[in-house]
């Protein structure tokens, strides 16, 4: 009988163990679903905000001449609502300096500083990629030269974007 005792009593602390544990699943599975929405909520409107704001700037600034199209970037989400970026992708035969001269003062004409230059590489090697990167209060924008032989097919991009660099 005492045996039994035991073997029960142990069985409904473990049934207590397992209670808890799920209870502290279903918890945290809450807590989780509320900091997402709640990130929604509070964040999705001025992400939204930032968006519309990256779609104008972007749809102001002329494109290089005779450079051809090859992708357009457009991402935002309302559940990621900390970031957005706007942009293309393009390929050209001109000169990278020249492209880099045209957009250089085609943003500055727009307001854009210029706060950082770096040199780009592909898993370590150095293919002579380059960005440079331009701020505009919270806005950024990224003129990328992918290098002398672009693998990725395109020759350059320019990118404008919100919470992925650090501006202001």
């Known amino acids: ?3 039994e005792l ?3 009593e142990r ?20 807590l989780l679903l509320l900091l997402l929405v709640g ?6 409107k001025r992400g939204e905000t930032h968006h519309q704001q990256l779609v104008q700037e972007f749809s102001t600034i002329a ?36 492209i880099k001269d045209f957009y250089e003062h085609e943003l500055q004409s727009y307001g854009w500083q210029l706060v950082q230059s770096r040199s780009l590489t592909q898993w370590g ?21 992918a290098g002398e032989k672009p693998e990725r097919g395109w020759t350059y991009a320019l990118r404008l974007s919100w919470g992925l660099h650090r501006c202001t």
């Not at 199209?69 to 020249?98: C, E, H, I, M």
């Not at 090697?125 to 030269?145: F, M, P, T």
Request: hydrophobic content about 40%; proline content about 2%; charged content about 25%.
């Open 1 to 3: 009988m005492e045996k």
């Open 6 to 8: 035991a073997t029960l």
């Open 11 to 30: 069985i409904s602390k473990e049934n207590e163990k397992e209670k808890r544990k799920r209870q502290w699943r279903w918890a945290l599975a809450v």
């Open 39 to 44: 990130n929604r909520v509070i964040n999705g």
């Open 63 to 98: 494109s290089f001449p005779n450079a051809s199209l090859v992708a357009n970037v457009d991402n935002f989400s309302p559940w990621n609502a900390r970031k957005a970026s706007v942009g293309a992708t393009y390929l050209s035969k001109a000169q990278f300096s020249d």
């Open 125 to 145: 090697k150095d293919l002579g990629g380059h960005e440079w990167v331009y701020c505009k209060g919270e806005l950024a924008a990224s003129l990328e030269y």
